[in-house]
């Protein structure tokens, strides 16, 4: 999804129940980044000048404004006159409005998820190889979901603790909870019968 494509021509109007996913490289050029920067509200832009690394910075703005722009297009509001509130854990919402949103980014990747009717939660990790998921699955993980990390070896040990650790952080951010809740406290389910199709056992989350 180029950043500079994102029209009303190409967004179809959400339906209930459904949810619609974009990712989008936050690796933009700098014409974009400014541009990304002028739609930020004022705090926004508060949140933007006290990160530490430049990357991160970047990739704050250009988050925030490609999830503008993506709203604006689903809602028919201008990018810049959009105001958001903010839960307890940080979560940002629109007040009022029955459309939900989440935005996650990893390493220049941004993905986004929109919904009309239910709350949604997004997130993305960047893989690489970790030496020590047995030891951070049993710090992190419930005890059954630690045993199976265990049990595996090689690729399909790292795609199943990634698998496992996305869609906890997932439901955290759908609840609003955010890391206030320790990742051992959601449990992870495999489906019977369906690869990789997951149920989350907090408040009937579904994992998609």
Sequence with gaps: MPSVSISSANIQQL?????????????????????????LSEDEKVR?????????RDYFIAGRGLLRILLGEYLGLKPAGIQFNYEPQGKPILTGESFQFNISHSEGMGVFAFCLNHRVGVDVEHIRPLVNMDDLAKKFFTANESALISSLVGEEKQNIFYMIWTCKESCLKASGAGMSIPLDQVEVKFEAGEDFRLIVGVDTWRVL
């Design 15 to 39: 339906e209930r129940d459904v949810v619609h996913i974009w990712h989008s490289s936050l690796d933009v050029s700098k014409e974009e980044r400014e541009h990304f920067y002028s739609l």
């Design 48 to 56: 933007a000048g006290k990160f530490y690394f430049e990357k991160a």
